[in-house]
């Protein structure tokens, strides 16, 4: 059974950083594709970044990128999503999710695991 817990979250001012983490166990999830969602209150869960567990191919949003970094501690199990430059529009519920493979995708559809979400709140 795959778990994953997200934590990280929190309360910063405009321009703050914070880094998520997401502790994954259950599998080996060497083909595994790891991605970030985010959804803010009323707004459907939109992507944020994903990363391929064995090759690194990583991809952004738009609205994110140069600021935000994915990236894998192997020895922990651990996906991080490094967040810089942090804007009150980036305020949401942050999931993390999985999906088996190692084609990286964006569409929240494809993904069978998520977190249980770490709340983000950017004040301006």
């Known amino acids: 059974q795959v778990q994953l817990v997200e934590s990280g979250g929190g309360l910063v001012q405009a321009g703050g950083s914070l880094r998520l983490s997401c502790a994954a166990s259950?599998?080996?999830?060497?083909?595994?594709?790891m991605g970030w969602f985010r959804q803010a209150p009323g707004k459907e869960r939109e992507f944020v970044a994903v990363?391929?567990?064995?090759?690194?191919?990583?991809y952004y949003a738009d609205s994110v990128k140069g600021r935000f970094t994915v990236s894998i501690d192997n020895a922990k199990n651990t996906v991080y999503l490094q967040m810089n430059s942090l804007k009150p529009e980036d305020t949401a519920v942050y999931y993390c999710a999985a999906r088996s493979g190692t084609v990286v995708l964006r569409n929240r559809s494809a993904y069978d695991y998520w977190g249980q979400g770490t709340q983000v709140t950017v004040s301006s």
């Open positions: 990363l391929s567990w064995s090759g690194g191919n990583t």
């Open positions: 259950g599998r080996t999830f060497s083909y595994y594709v």
